[in-house]
């Protein structure tokens, strides 16, 4: 089953090929961070037009690498949520349209299922059940998943993200945007036991999860500190990030009793977070396992697969369409 998958939630435009059989058989992206950067933000109605402007093109071109057709696919995947209204249209609209000129299915696909997926299209990869730390964006949650569609939640922020802490502290740190990756850059050159910045929640009892303390803690240092101390700020920061998010991993592993953990989403490319966990998996002898770095962010590579899947559980489209700009993971259900 060949399934073209359509990634459309916010500032990138991903589009990719799936065989069930051969695998991820071609896939592009186009990130808008560029456009955004001069606002120091995403602004929806631009991004919106600009899915517009790519969907196309990148339709041909993952075509054309995979040496197929229109014709010959199966089945078209769509980001139907959570994301950007306007931004999920363009790529709905595309897919169902697309769809019924083909007369094949198409499918919605949480974009978040799509993350939690991801490492399955990683080699080695991971086999159910397992924990998944998915951490993307406005994301952070464990999850203990037993099958496509079956997934528990283990615990979840409960105020900040760690993807949205890493881009607010690149601003108090007067770093450009996407701040994460640049905070990341920074912080490879700084002291990180300068400081001692605070683990918020790290000993909470649950597998809850809370950010916004430690951005505060950071404003409260960069208005004592010069620009020298930028450097060293960065990596205290990512440091208690990696703390926090290592502690709760290990908790529901332990809590579970499960021995494999997968991490998914934008801030699962980070190399210190990658380090750390590789290091506790040494040590406590347990697996870990993430997908491809070119696969964290968003990409229709992991809608494509995550709507095969659903297909093959026999999931079916009933011809309507709609955006869940807001949508709940545990509202997902596997088909009895």
Not at 196 to 223: E, H, I, Q, Y
Not at 244 to 272: E, H, P
Not at 280 to 295: D, K
Request: glycine share 12%; proline share 5%; net charge negative.
């Amino acid at each position: 089953m060949k399934v073209l998958g359509v990634e459309s939630s916010c500032d990138e435009t991903g589009l990719a090929i799936h065989d069930s059989e051969a695998g991820l058989l071609a896939h592009a992206i186009h990130s808008q961070i560029a456009m955004h950067a001069d606002y120091g933000g995403v602004v929806p109605e631009l991004a919106s037009r600009d899915h517009i402007r790519r969907v196309i093109p990148l339709t041909r071109e993952v075509l054309g690498r995979a040496g197929l057709e229109p014709a010959d696919l199966d089945a078209i995947a769509y980001t139907q949520g959570p994301g950007l209204a306007g931004a999920l249209l363009v790529g709905a609209a595309f897919a169902n349209a697309l769809a019924a000129a083909l007369g094949i299915p198409a499918i919605g696909v949480h974009h978040l299922e799509g993350h939690l997926l991801s490492p399955l299209l990683a080699t080695p990869r991971p086999e159910f059940p397992f924990v998944a730390l998915l951490v993307s964006g406005g994301h952070t949650q464990l999850m203990r998943v037993d099958g496509v569609g079956r997934y528990r939640l283990l615990g979840e922020t409960v105020d900040d993200a760690a993807g949205e802490a890493f881009d607010k502290t690149a601003q108090l740190l007067g770093l450009g945007y996407p701040g994460g990756p640049a905070l990341s850059r920074l912080a490879e050159g700084g002291d990180a036991y300068r400081f001692r910045l605070p683990r918020p929640m790290l000993n909470s009892g649950d597998l809850d999860f809370s950010f916004s303390g430690l951005k505060t803690a950071v404003l409260t240092l960069t208005r004592k500190e010069d620009e020298s101390a930028r450097a060293d700020i960065a990596a205290a920061f990512q440091v208690a990030v990696v703390d926090v998010l290592a502690g709760k991993c290990l908790a529901a592993l332990r809590q579970t009793g499960l021995r494999s953990l997968v991490v998914a989403g934008g801030v699962g490319a980070n190399r210190a977070l990658r380090a750390r966990l590789d290091a506790e998996a040494g040590q406590h002898g347990f697996s870990v396992f993430y997908p491809p770095l070119e696969l964290c962010t968003d990409n229709g590579a992991m809608i494509a697969y995550a709507g095969a899947q659903r297909l093959r559980q026999g999931v079916v489209a009933d011809g309507r369409f709609g955006v869940r700009p807001r949508w709940d993971l545990a509202e997902l259900t596997a088909p009895a």
